[in-house]
T-cell receptor, first 112, second 114 residues
């Protein structure tokens, strides 16, 4: 799986959009970008994934650059409950049921 | 659906004692993963099973650790004897059939070995 690089921490004002970047310059053609988050004292939680098109669900939006070397997770209206560590993971969808490899992620602090 | 269930949620034991962590995956899921999280090493895989069969246990620290999955609805992670450096949060996760995108994590077991 390709390696990812994320900033260690970010702050965001409550109600504003939180934009979390991820670099994955060595991503290959069959690899997807996945985002998970871990709220304090809880297990990681799946957020969203994408291949090359922008994706949106009830939790977030994922913007992947045209060259696919980076992406941004967007929480459109961050709340205090969005304070968590966010992990960007690149892996092949053909990985099947294989383990996730977590980096250090970005610690997002949403501030009132 | 109750999600992945882990027990106990907290465990405090003394060095040298046997510790057994338990996991009930989501019904119908055929893969189960055990992860460990520490401040120093972050989240790391210990072992995982597909269809109750261990696939990769290379993350298991040493012979003191063992894991079993006797059936599709139950798995155990055992540490014998436990040591202070085993103190961590242990997560169990499950996922459904192959070519899926999501792993569902349990709430974790916080283990403290004194």
């Amino acid at each position: 799986d390709a390696k990812t690089t994320q900033p260690p921490s970010m702050d965001c004002a409550e109600g504003r959009a939180a934009n979390l970047p991820c670099n994955h310059s060595t991503i290959s053609g069959n690899e997807y970008v996945y985002w998970y988050r871990q709220i304090h004292s809880q297990g990681p939680q799946y957020i969203i994934h994408g291949l090359k098109n922008n994706e949106t669900n009830e939790m977030a939006s994922l913007i992947i650059t045209e060259d696919r070397k980076s992406s941004t997770l967007i929480l459109p209206h961050a709340t205090l409950r969005d304070t968590a560590v966010y992990y960007c993971i690149v892996r092949s969808r053909n990985s099947g049921n294989t383990p996730l490899v977590f980096g250090k992620g970005t610690r997002l602090s949403v501030i009132a | 659906d109750a999600g992945v269930i882990q027990s106990p949620r907290h465990e405090v034991t003394e060095m040298g004692q046997e510790v057994t962590l338990r996991c009930k995956p989501i019904s119908g899921h055929n893969s189960l993963f055990w992860y460990r999280q520490t401040m120093m090493r972050g989240l790391e895989l210990l072992i995982y099973f597909n269809n109750n069969v261990p696939i990769d246990d290379s993350g298991m620290p040493e012979d003191r650790f063992s894991a079993k999955m006797p059936n599709a609805s139950f798995s155990t992670l055992k540490i014998q004897p436990s040591e202070p450096r085993d103190s961590a949060v242990y997560f169990c996760a499950s996922s459904p059939q192959a070519h899926t995108d999501t792993q569902y994590f349990g709430p974790g077991t916080r283990l403290t070995v004194l």
